[in-house]
């Protein structure tokens, strides 16, 4: 089983469509929590930290559930540059340092 | 706006032949990360290095690959020999000690013929 797991979609969305989805991970001692953003052929970027209150950056709100080791990501009223791979991304803190480990990434494709 | 850079951005070269790929960190950023990106296995962490001093290399074929940061404005992933299964996306991140962020270059795209 990998350490994080996502489905790779893609998830097709209406421009102005609301569309979420999860990410679940194995090791419970995971730390901290972030979603990235990869657009074609481009690199990650931080998209927003993952906080256990749960956070929102406009449209977009990331959620944390603990118990059952998963977090979540849901974008509001979807525009077309939205599309994009959304990787999910845990923390884990070693005694060799922190160690970032990421999702396969959730592709999607928001349409007119 | 401070970037991390990656050299060269495509390669294309012939089984066996060595590859050497480079990375300037983003200036004042003390941790340095190298991953390799493919379609299978989505993005594998390579190595970590905090300081200049490799902490983490576990992710690496160490038969073939090799990573290093001779100052630190400047990091380097060597892959001799090459091999077809070595084409991939390279990319380089740099961060601070202490934060999570990472913040990547923008990859060198490999191709072993």
């Known amino acids: 089983r990998k350490e994080v797991e996502q489905d790779p979609g893609p998830f097709n969305v209406p421009e102005g469509a609301t569309v979420a989805f999860n990410c679940t991970y194995s090791?419970?001692?995971?730390?901290?929590f972030f979603w990235y953003r990869q657009d074609c052929r481009k690199e990650p970027k931080l998209l927003m930290s993952v906080y256990s209150s749960g956070n929102e950056d406009g449209r977009f709100t990331a959620q944390l559930n603990r118990a059952s080791q998963y977090i979540s990501l849901l974008i509001r009223d979807s525009k077309l540059s939205d599309s994009a791979t959304y990787l999910c991304v845990v923390n884990m803190k070693r005694a060799a340092g922190n160690k970032l480990t990421f999702g396969g990434g959730t592709r999607v494709l928001v349409k007119p | 706006d401070a970037r991390v850079t990656q050299t060269p951005r495509d390669k294309v070269t012939e089984m066996g032949q060595e590859v050497t790929m480079r990375c300037q960190p983003i200036l004042g950023h003390n941790t340095v990360f190298w991953y390799r990106q493919t379609m299978m296995q989505g993005l594998e962490l390579l190595a970590y290095f905090r300081n200049r001093a490799p902490l983490d290399d576990s992710g690496m074929p160490k038969d073939r690959f090799s990573a290093e940061m001779p100052d630190a404005t400047l990091a380097t992933l060597k892959i001799q020999p090459s091999e077809p299964r070595d084409s991939a996306v390279y990319f380089c991140?740099?961060?601070?000690?202490?934060?999570?962020?990472?913040?990547f270059g923008p990859g060198t795209r490999l191709t072993v013929l």
């Open positions: 991140a740099s961060g601070k000690s202490g934060t999570d962020t990472q913040y």
């Open positions: 090791n419970s001692a995971s730390q901290s």
